[in-house]
């Protein structure tokens, strides 16, 4: 039987959790304007615009990637407040581990698992 996180190490991955999303919340912030800048920016010729819609769609990706991360890390705090975070992997039942949620606060399985979906 895996062993539940206690209260302290729940505490713990709290705090990291909301490092975490205040961190990405800024980030998305920083991000959204610099994408109004694009339509607003003086660009002269094709390369310009080029470099400029590159990192434009680089900046997208990016976004992409930090809202999934945030909904994880809301998806996460939600557990805690409701007393549902336990530590234990969503699909093996088995302890993901302070290490791992130390790295991954919002990690919903366990490092096995999370290969075995990957490789899907
Ligand atoms: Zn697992």
Known sequence: MA????QKQI????????NSKEKIE???????SSQD????????DDADFAAASRDYYNDIH????????????????????KGLFTGICEM??????????RVKPYAKY??????????R
């Open 62 to 81: 990016i976004k992409n990637q930090q809202a999934e991360e945030l909904e994880l890390i809301n998806y996460a705090l939600m557990k805690i407040n």
């Open 92 to 101: 093996c039942d088995s302890e993901i581990g302070m290490k791992r949620l």
């Open 26 to 32: 800024n980030n998305l912030k920083g991000i959204s």
């Open 110 to 119: 366990c490092i096995d698992c999370r290969n075995h979906i990957d490789k």
């Open 37 to 44: 800048d694009l339509s607003s920016m003086d660009l002269n």
């Open 3 to 6: 062993k539940e996180l206690n």
């Open 11 to 18: 505490d713990e991955i709290y705090q990291l959790l909301i």
